[in-house]
């Protein structure tokens, strides 16, 4: 029976259904960050965007927290996980005026981050 369930992970894997790795302790998930809706969440650090800038260039939190961030400002960004120039695909979202959206992280590590839309904005989350 365990041997049919490693191989049936080990095909989900291979196929790209899961984002995991298989290690000797069995499957790890390797997603990192995941949207969570803010309301009914407490955020552990909000960040504002207002006049073009992310109000804080560096958060600390620990794993399984909550990150919020609210734009204030009258135009549209993004928080987009990498460099401008290397964006990583381990989050995207996008914020219009006046909304807030907020991401879980979920294993320790640095996450730089940008405004796709305005390339002078960029700061970071650094789980630990």
Known sequence: ??????????LLI????????????GLISTTTVTEVSCSGVVAN??????????????VAIFDE????WK???PVTHSVTSGLLSLPDGKFNITL???????????????????????????AEVIVQ
């Open 96 to 122: 219009q005026p006046n909304t807030e959206r907020c991401l879980r992280f979920i294993n320790s590590g640095a996450f730089t981050y940008f405004c796709k839309f305005h390339s002078n904005m960029t």
């Open 14 to 25: 291979i196929s790209g259904c899961v984002d995991a790795k298989l290690s000797s302790e």
């Open 65 to 68: 927290q909550v990150v919020k």
């Open 45 to 58: 650090e909000t960040i504002n965007i207002q006049a073009y800038t992310f109000s804080s260039g560096s």
């Open 1 to 10: 029976m365990i041997i049919k369930a490693m191989t049936f992970a080990i």
């Open 71 to 73: 734009n204030l400002d």
